[in-house]
């Protein structure tokens, strides 16, 4: 039995981003494949990347006709970070959950269960799919449950998991306010890791207060630099992710680690501490260069870009599914996510709705659900 339904798609040609809703034709699953009817799946920063890329929402227009669309232009400067994918029309959205309605012969017992999956192109109505990249959800579990049960839990365990592997006692997190952030504080505080959190607002500070968090600095406090200090001298964190990227934030807790480790030495070196200390750049929340004061934080440091699917690669499939297991048996718990508003697939191509999700502020966070229109 064949499927039709829409699907959202992202194309970059002339100079310009289109997004659209394209209708396509699924055909009977594989052997190991399954169609799912889709009923939630959450707008992440990850997938904005895709969606919106390096478009100037300020030229945003619409085109009216049987299949509206939205276009916008693209600047100059950033055509060439976009060379690769000119006039594909993309499918986009990283993860999702829905119901089973088709499965081929090898995949017969997930026939109308609810699953999460992830694997692009879940903003739309329908979406074939190996049966090996879906996980059933508990008994109860809706489809809002599952449908973030990838992206943000996987990359929080992802980045206790790292702090492990490369043996750092404490870990710093930017934009610690965010779904993600609060997942990786309730997993720090479950598996004991001292988390230092940096938000950028008194509000964003009591969500994390609320949930068991020790260590919140603010970045817009006057004494910032020496709050972050103390939080670091404390937790002796040596590692930090940063989901905003831009800008002078990495260089600073980096150096605020440094104060750290020189303040614990018996004798000078002129190359500074001998601890080494991490930053991994995992997002571009300010999308401005990246500034380091590379002298202020001695010789022994890294900066890298942390990505989920290159380290769950690299960590192999007894991690992987090590830490798929824990996000389905806390998947109500340590690793809820809470939605600010739910809105149909039609509705992600409305102006003022594209505005709001693509701000990406902190405590908005937007779910589609297809079968809302």
């Excluded at 799912?36 to 707008?43: F, G, H, L, T």
């Excluded at 365990?157 to 702090?163: K, P, R, S, W, Y």
Aim: include cysteine; hydrophobic fraction near 40%.
């Amino acid at each position: 039995m064949a499927f039709t339904g829409r699907e959202l798609r992202s194309t970059v040609s002339d100079g310009k981003l289109a997004l659209s809703l394209e209708e396509v034709r699924m055909d009977d699953p594989g052997d190991d494949e399954i169609i799912v009817r889709i009923e939630a799946a959450p707008i992440n920063p990850s997938d904005l990347g895709l969606l919106l890329g390096p478009a100037d929402l300020a030229t945003l227009a619409r085109r009216d006709g049987d299949r509206p669309d939205l276009t916008f232009d693209i600047p100059h400067a950033r055509l060439a970070a976009v060379a690769g994918r000119l006039d594909q029309s993309m499918p986009v959205g990283n993860e999702g959950a829905g119901t089973v309605v088709a499965a081929g012969r090898n995949a017969s017992s997930l026939a109308g269960k609810r699953v999460g999956m992830i694997g692009g192109a879940m903003y739309a109505d329908y979406r074939r799919i190996r049966a090996s990249d879906v996980i059933p959800l508990p008994e109860g579990a809706t489809a809002a449950d599952g449908a973030s049960m990838f992206v943000n839990p996987l990359t929080a365990l992802g980045f206790v998991e790292t702090a492990r592997r490369e043996g750092h006692p404490a870990i710093v997190h930017t934009a610690a306010a965010s779904n993600l952030g609060q997942m990786l504080q309730k997993v720090c505080l479950s598996d004991g890791i001292p988390l230092v959190n940096i938000v950028r607002s008194r509000e964003q500070a009591a969500i994390l207060r609320g949930i068991g968090a020790t260590f919140v600095v603010n970045s817009k406090d006057d004494d910032f630099a020496a709050q972050l200090a103390e939080a670091i001298e404390q937790t002796g964190a040596t590692i930090a992710f940063d989901a905003i990227g831009g800008g002078t934030l990495g260089s600073d807790i980096v150096r605020a680690m440094e104060r750290a480790s020189v303040r614990r030495m018996s004798e000078y070196n002129r190359y500074g501490s001998t601890v080494f200390k991490q930053l991994y750049i995992y997002g571009a929340l300010d999308p401005s260069p990246t500034t380091l004061d590379r002298l202020a934080f001695g010789f022994q440091w890294g900066v890298s870009g942390w990505l989920l699917f290159p380290f769950l690669q690299k960590a192999g499939q007894d991690v992987a599914q090590r830490m798929r297991r824990r996000v389905v048996d806390e998947l109500n718990t340590t690793f809820a996510s809470t939605y600010t508003r739910v809105i149909g697939l039609a509705e992600a191509l409305e102006p003022d709705i594209l505005r709001a999700y693509e701000r990406k502020a902190t405590g908005e966070k937007f779910l589609i659900d297809p079968t809302r229109g």
